[in-house]
Structure formats: structure tokens, C-alpha cells
């Protein structure tokens, strides 16, 4: 594939970033890559592993000369990195992310964007329970979504850039209002984070039921939720704090549909418990015809 | 492996019979492996494909001169196969379950258990969100575990028979008492399902997000609520019926603590959230250690 930026800088080196880094490898979609990480630690491990090019040693190092510029940190630091960066970005240049929320990410980053850069926020539907500069792996976009979501005015040619940098690394790409992403990502991402979180929390808790047999006796299907549960706290405290509206609208959903479940349950109303758990079972298909999981059974981690 | 039963009639042939089927030929455990299910279309397959050596038309045919009977039909189904086969049962036979509740089964089956026979309720934790008789596989019982509930007065040799076979298809063995076990399991099990399928089934009422939209960008953590969503609708319906003090219990303390996250983010109370996730991790580290789930991220479902 042909090279889509002349040098990437990607500020923050985890998962996303490392992914990223991976990715573009791979296509050759990139002509130098640099990289920032607040962590000391973190640019350590970078350089040591060769995940970018070069490691530098401030995010005003990293960005200067840089055609696209990649946040990849947590959403509740996007707002200070952009000021730290804004008076060392190229005029052409591309500021863009890859935070779970936009329209926080608009609001705190918009601002320090200096006229003559394309602001162009995006967030792809890909990750793991792994975090860290040794996470990434290059094939972590392949046939997942990244969402688009451009601001008013944003410049065409930049944003089909980037798309193209995207459909490079693997990804299928959509454009979406930053106000509907937060939405979108509140009922398939982040209330199924906070739910998993205070599952496993309340089995961590009780004093009946003690951690070895919690542990042990999680196959049942508790230890899918740990999986979500393991991600980086960091990360998902800040999501939950900019993206307070939305994920409460549909915690509030949530609790709605589940008292009804527990009336259910409580006043023995077995074909409304069995009506609804039909239903659900064709939102699984249609995720896996749309080629977003495995049909294997239990995720195909079952040895056979 | 030594031979342990001459005769084991399976009532019921789906996931968990069609597993013990294919996990007790892998090791020799078993002279002849009988069959009943009451679907014809089930039987039909069943006999097809070979999974046990013999169908019978009917239960009672089935476990004549069998010497262990396992129930393998959903919990709300278990009392009136015990009232069908009871006359039919061979002095010195054990009969035993795979039932996810145990309290309920025990006091629908027991009565039905004539003198001479050895009832042993047990329960193993193992399963995948498919279902019927080509769903089984050998494996399964690999490393998990299956609780044994014996009822008072139960038969040691008898017991230590059936914790044989268990160990032979492959489980770790442990003894609970009926009404612990029924709270574990609402734990690491129930709460965890009917969580699940609420958030499912939320997704797909919302008029303001789209089927699609739910669909395309569930890899960013639903997938993983909508795998458990598509178990088999009978069986867990059946579950929440029988278990249903434990079970609410539970989602009680759920709903405690998710109005206490719900509140942090309210306030933005970053601190409370960024604890409460850290502690979670701590729980996945275990189930890896206990060899109770895989370490490599995303399940391994991710192609690398």
C-alpha cells in the first residue's frame, strides 16, 4: 500500500497507539513514525521493543514536523496534551485521537488547534483487556469499525486522508455526530464496562461466598465479565466522567429493564423470562453474520 | 481409564449429556451409554451422529438395567422425568443431575427416588452458549469443575463412584451443601446471565440507536454480554424460577452498588471509580492463576 503521511506522531503509547504503530507498519502507510509517553517506563519499554521509529522525550518533540498527529491518551488528559502541543503543529497537519468519547474530546482539544490544522476526532471499536506499550499487536483493526467524527467545517480532503489511513490499517470506516458516537458507545461500550466493573466488584464483596470459590467456579460465566472488567481503570474512570449523560441515560434504562426481569423472577412469570431471553439471541447472530465475533463456541477458548 | 459404570442412561441430549457422552467413550468410562431425549427431532440426531450408543423411544427404556441415570433436562423439567423413570430404576443404581440449581431439584427429584437407589444431585460448572446434541464436545470438562451436592445420608462408596467419573471426563471434583451452592452459583452464574441478557436486551429496544449500529460496533465490549444473551432460553428461564431467593439477593447487592458507581459519576467522583476498577483486576489475575480462563487478550478470539 502506498505511504498516506510523510511522519505519524502518536502521543500516549498504549494499546491504541502501539496497535497503530503496528499497523501502519505493516502497509508501509507511514513514513517515520514518533512517539511520546508521559511514563518514563513506558518510552523505556517503546524503545526498547522498537514499537516507533524514534522515542522522544517530549510531546513537542514528538509532533514537530509531524503531517498527522495521533492522541492516543485518556480522554480526561486529551485537553492538556493538545495545549502542550498546539504551538508546535504544522500548518496542513492533522490533529486527530482515538478516545472513546468525542464530544469531551472536541470541547477540550478544539481550542488549542491552531488555524491552518485539521482537527479531525476518531475512535476505533477495537481493543483488549491489555494495556501498555507492549499490548499492541498489528492486527487488532482488522474488520473493526473506526468512527469518524468530523467538526463543522472540517476539511474534505484531510478527513478522506485519514480514512484512507484507517481503511489502511485495517479498519471499515463510518462518519458519525460526535453527540450520537456518545450515545452509540454508552450502549455498546461503556455501560457494558460499568455493569461488568460492579458485577465483579459485588463478588469480590460479599462475605458468604469467598474469592477462591468466586474463582473457581467461574466458568459459569462470571469470567467473561472479569475480562471487561481487567481494563485499565484510567482509561474508563475518565470515559464515565465525560461521557456522564449518555452512559446514565442508559444505566437508567438498564435498571428499568432489570427490575421488571427480577418482578419476573419474583412473581414466577416464566414466559416473560423466556420471551425476552429469545430475543436476545438474535442480536448475537446478527454480530456474528456481521463478522464482529467468532461463532466458535465460548469465543473458541474451549480446547478441543 | 478403568470402566466405572456398566450402564449410564442420559436423560435429556444436549451440551452437557452430549459432552459426557463424548468424555466418558474418550476414557473407557462407561460399558453402554443409553440416551432419551424427548424431542423426536433431538433423539433423531442424536442417533445419527452416533453420540451415545443406543436411543431409546422412551426414558423409562432408557434406564432399565442402567446403573447410573444422569437428568440432563432443564431444572423446571427434572421433577417429572424423576416421577416417569422411578419405577424403572435398578436396586444399587445411582441417579444423578447436571442441574445449575440444586436446592429446587433435590426436593423435586428426591421424592420420586425409590429405596435402594442412591440419588447424588451434582453440578458441573462448564458450559458455552450453544445448545442441542451436536453441541457436546469431549473436552469440556477439562479443568473445570463439578460440585457434588449429596443429600444427607447419602452413600459413601456411591459418592466416591460418581467423583470418579467426574475426574475421568476430565473435572476437578468438590462437595458443597445444596443451599451454598445454589448461592455461589447465583454469583458466578445467574446474576452474571440475567445481567446480560437486561443489557441485550436494552440495546435492541433503544429507538434512538439503530439494530446496525448496535451490531457493526459491538466490539467495543457488548459482544461479549451477547455471547452469554444466547444460551439456551428454557434452561435459564428455569434457572431464575428455582433459584430465585439467592438470585435476587444478588441483584440486590448489584443494584446497590451500581447506583453508588452511578452517583460517582454523577458527582464526578473520579476516585471512587479509578479504586473500584483497580480492584476488579485483581479477580481476573486469580481466575488466570486458577487456570479457570485464558490470559491472552480478548479470549483469543482475536486473530493474530
Not at 144 to 168: M, S, Y
Request: charged share 25%.
Amino acid at each position: 500500500m502506498a505511504q498516506i503521511y510523510d511522519r505519524v506522531a502518536l502521543i500516549g503509547l498504549g494499546l491504541i497507539a502501539g496497535s497503530m504503530a503496528l499497523a501502519m507498519r505493516r502497509s508501509g502507510l507511514a513514513g517515520e513514525i514518533t512517539g511520546y509517553a508521559r511514563s518514563a517506563e513506558t518510552r523505556k519499554v517503546a524503545a526498547e521493543i522498537g514499537l516507533v521509529d524514534r522515542v522522544c522525550d517530549s510531546a513537542a518533540e514528538a509532533v514537530k514536523g509531524a503531517d498527522l498527529v495521533v492522541l492516543c491518551v485518556p480522554v480526561g488528559a486529551m485537553g492538556n496534551v493538545a495545549a502542550e502541543i498546539g504551538p508546535y503543529l504544522q500548518t496542513g497537519a492533522t490533529v486527530s485521537d482515538v478516545g472513546s468519547v468525542k464530544r469531551a474530546v472536541i470541547d477540550a482539544v478544539g481550542p488549542h488547534i491552531p488555524d491552518g490544522v485539521h482537527f479531525i476526532p476518531a475512535h476505533p471499536l477495537a481493543g483488549t483487556e491489555k494495556s501498555g506499550p507492549t499490548s499492541g499487536f498489528a492486527e487488532l483493526f482488522d474488520g473493526r469499525w473506526c468512527l469518524i467524527v468530523p467538526v463543522e467545517g472540517a476539511d474534505v480532503a484531510a478527513i478522506q486522508r485519514l480514512r484512507d489511513l484507517w481503511v489502511g490499517m485495517g479498519a471499515q470506516v463510518d462518519e458519525m455526530e460526535a453527540d450520537h458516537h456518545d450515545l452509540v458507545l454508552a450502549v455498546t461500550s461503556h455501560a457494558p464496562h460499568l455493569i461488568a466493573y460492579t458485577m465483579v466488584g459485588v463478588a469480590d464483596d460479599l462475605s458468604r461466598v469467598t474469592d477462591t470459590e468466586v474463582v473457581n467456579y467461574s466458568a459459569a460465566g462470571f469470567r467473561d465479565f472479569t475480562r471487561i472488567a481487567a481494563s485499565d481503570p484510567t482509561m474508563w474512570r475518565d470515559v464515565f466522567l465525560n461521557n456522564k449523560d449518555a452512559t446514565l441515560e442508559i444505566l437508567g434504562r438498564f435498571t428499568e429493564e432489570l427490575f421488571a426481569l427480577q418482578r419476573a423472577i419474583r412473581t414466577g412469570d416464566g414466559d416473560h423470562l423466556f420471551d425476552y431471553f429469545t430475543r436476545t439471541r438474535a442480536i448475537r447472530r446478527g454480530i456474528i453474520e456481521a463478522g464482529q465475533d467468532t461463532d466458535v463456541a465460548d469465543f473458541g477458548r474451549v480446547k478441543k
